[in-house]
């Protein structure tokens, strides 16, 4: 294999992963909605899918928390605020509040994965120079 069809194969599989723990996410946020659906009705059908793209740009960036905004907000529209095919009153614009919320909910949480690794990165350098200067 080249160097260029190892770099996509990194990418597709890479790719691959994020989707897959966009649907694990997805799948987790939407059981515990549903636990919580005789206590909250329709109220809130969005809070959990918020945390998972939380976790998911922490987890794997903005690939992964972009599949769990789009994923989480039509599962969440036709399960809990459509359930019978009928988009109810005011579900859209919950909809686009749960996608403008994410959004710099992701932002966030992908600036602070990227920065704690750069912070990871700077503190194992230190480690290996105490190190050799300790030999």
Do not use: D
């Not at 890479?14 to 909250?40: D, K, N």
């Not at 789009?70 to 529209?77: E, H, K, N, W």
């Amino acid at each position: 294999m080249t160097g260029r069809q190892n770099g996509l194969a990194n990418l597709a599989l890479q790719a691959l992963l994020s989707a897959v723990v966009a649907a694990v996410l997805v799948t987790l946020a939407t059981l515990g909605r549903a636990a919580l659906t005789p206590m909250l009705g329709g109220a809130s059908p969005f809070m959990l899918y918020v945390a998972a793209v939380l976790a998911a740009g922490l987890i794997r960036g903005p690939l992964c928390g972009g599949l769990v905004m789009l994923a989480g907000g039509a599962v969440g529209l036709r399960l809990f605020l459509s359930p019978h095919g009928v988009a109810a009153n005011g579900s859209i614009p919950a909809l686009m509040l749960f996608w403008g919320v994410s959004a710099p909910v992701l932002v966030t949480a992908n600036e602070l994965r990227v920065q704690l690794g750069r912070a990871m990165a700077k503190l194992s350098a230190a480690l290996q120079r105490r190190e050799s200067t300790a030999l």
